[in-house]
C-alpha cells in the first residue's frame, strides 16, 4: 500500500500539471495565442496535431490511470481495516475506475459528436458524484480509527460531491451555446462568452476529480497505515 499510495499523491498532481504544461506549448505553437479555460473545450487543447499536444495527452491518460489505480488502495489494507469498511471498496473501484477513463473520452470525442460528448459529460458527472458520496462513507466507516480525520474527510468529500452535481445540474447548460454578440448590423460579431458554460464545466469536473483521488489516497494511506 505504501508504493500505491507515494505512486498515486505524487504522481497524479505531476502528471496532471506536465499535461496542462505541454498541452499549453502545442496549442500556443499551433494556434499562436494562449489556451482560455474559461471558452475553450479540453479536446480543443490536445487535438492540436503538435507534438507537444501528443505528449500532453500521454500525461493526460498516464495521470488518469493512476486516479484509477487509488481507488484500489482499499483492497491493499489490513483485515482489520477490511472488516469495518467492508464492500463499500467495491463500489469505490468501479466508480473511481468509470469516471477516469470517461474524462479520456472527453478529450477524444469532440465537437464533430457533440450529443455524444454531452452523453459523456453527463456521464462523467454522475460517475464523479457517485464516487465522492462513496468516499465520504467510507470515510466515515473509518472514524473508527480516527473519529476526527476520517469525520473531515468525510465532509469534505460529500461536499466535492455536491459540487459536482451543482456542475451537471446548473440550469444554464440548457442553453451553453448562447453566443455573445458584439456590435450591430453587417459587422456584428459572435463570439463564445466567459465563461462558455460546458466547456467550463468539463474543466471544473477535471479538476474535482484529480484533488478527489489525491485527497482519498492521501486520507486513506493517513487512516489505515500501521492498523
Known amino acids: 500500500m505504501n508504493v500505491l499510495f507515494i505512486f498515486c499523491v505524487i504522481l497524479i498532481p505531476v502528471f496532471a500539471l506536465f499535461s496542462?504544461?505541454?498541452?499549453?506549448?502545442?496549442?500556443?505553437?499551433?494556434?499562436?495565442?494562449?489556451?482560455?479555460?474559461?471558452?475553450?473545450?479540453p479536446f480543443e487543447g490536445y487535438q492540436t496535431?503538435?507534438?507537444d499536444s501528443h505528449l500532453a495527452i500521454g500525461f493526460f491518460i498516464a495521470m488518469t490511470l493512476m486516479m484509477a489505480a487509488s481507488s484500489y488502495l482499499p483492497s491493499l489494507a489490513s483485515a482489520t481495516?477490511?472488516?469495518?469498511?467492508?464492500?463499500?471498496?467495491?463500489?469505490?473501484?468501479?466508480?473511481?475506475?468509470?469516471f477516469?477513463?470517461?474524462?479520456?473520452?472527453?478529450l477524444f470525442v469532440g465537437a464533430d459528436k457533440m450529443k455524444a460528448h454531452l452523453g459523456i459529460f453527463i456521464g462523467a458527472n454522475g460517475l464523479f458524484a457517485i464516487y465522492a458520496v462513496s468516499c465520504g462513507f467510507l470515510f466515515l466507516d473509518m472514524r473508527q480509527f480516527n473519529d476526527t480525520l476520517g469525520l473531515t474527510f468525510a465532509i469534505i468529500f460529500f461536499v466535492l460531491a455536491v459540487l459536482g452535481g451543482m456542475v451537471m445540474l446548473n440550469p444554464k447548460l440548457a442553453s451553453w451555446g448562447k453566443l455573445k454578440k458584439?456590435?450591430?448590423?453587417?459587422?456584428?460579431?459572435?463570439?463564445?462568452?466567459?465563461?462558455?458554460?460546458?466547456?467550463?464545466?468539463?474543466?471544473?469536473i477535471i479538476g474535482l476529480g484529480v484533488l478527489t483521488t489525491i485527497l482519498f489516497s492521501a486520507g486513506f494511506y493517513f487512516l489505515a497505515s500501521g492498523i
Open 49 to 51: 496535431r503538435h507534438f
Open 182 to 204: 458584439i456590435g450591430e448590423g453587417p459587422n456584428a460579431l459572435y463570439v463564445r462568452p466567459r465563461p462558455f458554460l460546458l466547456p467550463f464545466s468539463e474543466w471544473i
Open 20 to 41: 496542462v504544461l505541454t498541452m499549453n506549448q502545442g496549442y500556443n505553437a499551433m494556434v499562436r495565442r494562449r489556451f482560455d479555460y474559461l471558452t475553450e473545450f
Open 100 to 106: 477516469p477513463l470517461s474524462l479520456i473520452g472527453l
Open 81 to 98: 481495516v477490511k472488516g469495518f469498511i467492508g464492500s463499500r471498496p467495491a463500489l469505490i473501484g468501479v466508480m473511481g475506475t468509470l
